[in-house]
C-alpha cells in the first residue's frame, strides 16, 4: 500500500515538474531568454502557486455548505451549513501537506538550477 502511494506520488511530482520544464522551455524560446533561467522562472511560479494552493486547503474552515438538495457547494452561497466530517477535514489537511512540499520542491530545484544565482 505505502508502495503504491509513493509511486502516485512520485507520478505527480514527475508530472508537475516535467509540464513546468516543458512550458517553461517553450515560452523561453519563445522569448528568446535563456533556457535555464527560463526554467527556474517557471519553477519559482509553479512552486509560487503550489504554496498558494497550500494556503488555501490549510486554512478552510471546519464548516461546508450544503445547497437545497443536499450537494455539496462553496460556503458563500450555501443556503446550509454543515461542520466537516473527520475525513474531510483529514483530506484538507493531507492535500495542504502535498502542495506545500511539492511548492517547496519546485522552488529549491529551480534555485539550485537558476544561472543567474548561485549559492557557491
Known sequence: MLVQAARRLAL???AVLGSTVVVSVL???AAGKSLGRSVAIGLY???AVALLGCFVMGARGPLRGTGASGENTPLLGARKVRRATSDERTEATR???LLFALGLVLVVIG???D???RAF
Open 12 to 14: 505527480i511530482f514527475a
Open 27 to 29: 515560452l523561453g524560446l
Open 45 to 47: 511560479v509553479a512552486g
Open 95 to 97: 492535500t495542504a501537506l
Open 111 to 113: 534555485s539550485v538550477i
Open 115 to 117: 544561472p543567474a544565482h
